[in-house]
């Protein structure tokens, strides 16, 4: 039975933003609403404009006979901005300062649909780079790694601080904490990055970078190739520097004199808009 | 500017994925795209029926001045059941086979596509239930239960083994592990869960049903109420029974005479949709 445009246009949007950076051919969906080529392409001509008009995301065509469409997702700067303020306003309620110069911010980093712009923020950045895995640390940083792996399409690796009998063989490294000085191990199961893949790091929070140089030394472990690494929140360092130099952070934290914090933007305008 | 029936039911049908269980009034649309109630009124007949048609949920419209439409998502028993099959086949290959008859399945717990589907068969169980939150603990059940909470749409919230000074206060309860009968803790920060509130278990596995009793006592210290629990695997208990009765499973784990292990369909079936 043929489909109508209507209905069409409803399952392909769908079918779309469940498979981000998927190709899926054309003779797919030709089948699937058992419709002429031709009628595809009118489809995907308005869900791409449509994407683009409302900040969706990419709709790209790959003509030719293996061709297809494929969405890439992406927010507009307008768009993260706004959402970015509005969590600054939140993480800055003094209701949520901790003794010791903490932040709460689990609540944040465990709400759905926070998480839906965080990942489609941190995928922005990589829109026209080959992302082949996200790679993050137990325990805090799972949630927006999970998030920013979802609009990636990629899998989740998570490094662990313990060692679990149900990950088989694993590879460990040694890591100096930042801000502690103390020397920590992290492990991830050998079969979870193959060699050569490109990996991302998402984490929540960066603090002396002693995490990210473990994570480092992990991918380097693998063979495997850092593409990035993307924090929540950057907090500044107890030394004043920061030890590792290339990142983009959501927002920023910082102490002031009378032991409050004050939460401002990160560097992501510039890392992942490109705008100063 | 008006916006053409075509670019609304792309972007309606994103809007609503993009946010489920939430109200969406009919109002919002209407300013939205610059068009009559009338005309959003038959959008929405457009998408109930293919999100219907399609397996992809149910668009619930409320009608009144206070009206709205309502994206629940859920999946299709047929679509579980070949997303399961494949899933089981997976895990039955005897390259994940681990020392002491574990099996490796990270990487399955990883996989974005994965977890989309995961996410909604839980989802799926509760669609009639009132959920607020989902509770998980701390490593590996995280990304499935932040499936199961996109899909809901509620909040995620994380109990650990450890202490963490960014949780601010915090609850404690001890319990028994069921597999090992060790005294263990669990601990998730104050701030998580608002008394009275109906929090659903999500967890990777379940063996002796230690954790699940641990994740209840918590329940029970924040008055909240426990809606159900829904594990990855279930494994057979040494002792040959499980101390928890009632939970759902979506695959079964069971060791083999020959040390292999057999997995096959957990109580899913029945439990999510009923049948026996």
Chains 1, 2 share one sequence.
């Not at 939140?90 to 965080?118: A, T």
């Not at 994570?215 to 360092?237: H, K, Q, R, W, Y």
């Amino acid at each position: 039975m043929k489909i109508k445009r209507s209905e069409r246009l409803v399952d392909m949007t769908d079918y779309l933003l469940n498979r981000p950076h998927a190709l899926i051919p054309l003779t797919f969906f030709a089948q699937r609403y058992d419709s002429a080529k031709s009628s595809i392409s009118e489809d995907l001509t308005i869900l791409k404009r449509t994407f683009q008009a409302r900040g969706i995301g990419l709709v790209e065509t790959v003509p030719g006979a293996a061709g297809g469409a494929k969405y890439i997702p992406y927010i507009l700067k307008e768009a993260a901005d706004h959402f970015m303020d509005d969590v600054i306003a939140i993480l800055n309620n003094s209701h949520r300062l901790l003794p010791g110069g903490y932040v709460y911010m689990s609540d944040i980093l465990g709400d759905p649909e926070k998480l839906r712009y965080l990942g489609r923020m941190i995928a922005t950045q990589y829109l026209n780079q080959r992302v082949d895995a996200v790679l993050t640390v137990a325990t805090r940083g799972i949630p927006i790694a999970q998030a920013a792996s979802a609009y990636l399409n990629v899998p989740l690796v998570i490094a662990r601080h313990d060692t679990n009998i149900t990950e088989g063989s694993t590879v460990s490294v040694n890591y100096v904490s930042g801000s502690s000085k103390k020397i920590k191990r992290m492990t991830i199961s050998k079969r979870s990055l193959d060699e050569g893949a490109n990996v991302l790091i998402v984490d929540d929070f960066i603090h002396g970078g002693g995490t990210i140089n473990g994570l480092t030394s992990l991918i380097e472990e693998f063979d495997c190739n850092l593409v990035g690494s993307t924090f929540f929140a950057e907090g500044a360092s107890k030394s004043g520097t920061q030890t590792v130099g290339n990142y983009t952070s959501l927002v920023k934290m910082e102490n002031e004199a009378n032991g409050e914090m004050r939460i401002t933007k990160g560097n992501y305008d510039e890392k992942i808009f490109g705008s100063k």
